[in-house]
């Protein structure tokens, strides 16, 4: 993790463990959902996290609940033209993470995201040569 300060607005970033999940995975929520279910096991296997190809350049990994959020994104935000739809089938499919585990990554507590979603718009952005 080579970035100390985050790329956007140069503020200082912290470690923060996380669920895979590039939107919403450093959400205490999150983290605390995916816990329960490592104890349990798995047996409720509550969120779905999968990895996709987004807008056919970009692989990431997201839950099941945020894919839907891009829809609510202003296409603005990743270098789109506003009259980009933000939809779910801008993000192919690949595979289902098994018995997802919580990872570090480092947050941005000025832009409220993760590292590896400011990366992410970074590159949509670079893509549209925004």
Known sequence: M????????????????????IYCGASERS????????????????????????????????????????TSYNPEHFGFKKDVKMWPSNFQFLKHIEKPQLVKDKYCNNCNERLAFILFTLKL???NNA
């Not at 080579?2 to 999940?21: A, G, R």
Request: hydrophobic share 35%; aromatic share 8%; proline share 3%.
């Open 125 to 127: 952005r670079e893509i």
């Open 31 to 70: 983290v605390e959902i995916l816990k329960q279910d490592i104890k349990e096991n798995y047996k409720r296997d509550s969120v779905q996290i999968c990895e996709y190809r987004a807008f056919e350049e970009i692989e990431c990994v997201i839950c099941d609940l945020c894919i839907l959020e891009f």
């Open 2 to 21: 080579k970035h100390t300060h985050c790329p956007i607005c140069f503020d200082e970033l912290e470690v923060v463990e996380t669920t895979p999940c």
